[in-house]
């Protein structure tokens, strides 16, 4: 979905809005990332904001020399370095493709002339934000009240893109566990699954 649409859609604007959209669009910019390039680095100093019009990305950190995931990051999402952008602080995470990635970004003088210059554009930004604290929430629900294998499940039942588009590593990582205690999980889950297909029981 193109900017402009999601503008459209998101109920704030409509097609008679053109001149206000076509003002937004031109403060856009874009931005293309090949498979394995980073948008970030730990002690950037970053405040663009970004949607991500096509492409996966992965967020972490490194502790002690280890990479930690924290979220991942599908076409459609908005990104922001919190820190830079509202702190002025550098990156404390890192932020890197999975797969070839399209951005359009707009800079934070920019955005911040536009916004107070149109209450629509304001109003859909406070909404996305509100989004985003909510899923924000979710996830650290996710981390803290569940079992490695509730989350694993969770996962599949309500991100199965991530199932399928993640390495079982980099899964692991996000979930909190070394990569072979999840491929036992995996292994076990695919194990009750075919005995579910199949109809065995053992009485």
């Not at 206000?20 to 002690?43: F, N, P, T, V």
């Not at 992965?58 to 952008?85: A, G, H, M, P």
């Amino acid at each position: 979905m193109k900017f402009k649409e999601l503008l459209i859609r998101s109920g704030f604007y409509a097609e008679s809005d053109g001149p206000e959209i076509d003002e937004i669009s031109k403060a856009m910019s874009e931005r293309e990332l090949k498979k394995g390039e980073y948008l970030l680095h730990e002690g950037d100093m970053n405040t663009n904001i970004y949607f991500l019009e096509k492409g996966f990305c992965r967020v972490f950190t490194d502790r002690n020399d280890k990479e930690v995931i924290t979220w991942f990051l599908s076409k459609q999402d908005f990104i922001l370095c919190i820190n830079c952008y509202y702190l002025n602080a550098p990156s404390k995470e890192y932020i890197q493709a999975l797969e070839d990635c399209r951005l359009i970004y707009i800079e934070r003088a920019a955005y911040t002339e536009l916004v107070l210059k149109y209450a629509k554009l304001n109003m859909f930004a406070m909404t996305a934000l509100v989004r985003k604290l909510f899923l924000y929430q979710q996830h650290c629900e996710f981390l803290r009240d569940m079992t490695v294998q509730e989350r694993f499940q969770y996962l599949k039942d309500k991100k199965p893109e991530l199932i399928n588009k993640v390495s079982q590593k980099h899964l692991a990582s996000f979930l909190g566990v070394e990569p072979t205690y999840l491929n036992k999980i995996i292994n076990k889950e695919k194990y009750f699954d075919y005995e579910s297909r199949s109809g065995y029981s053992d009485n």
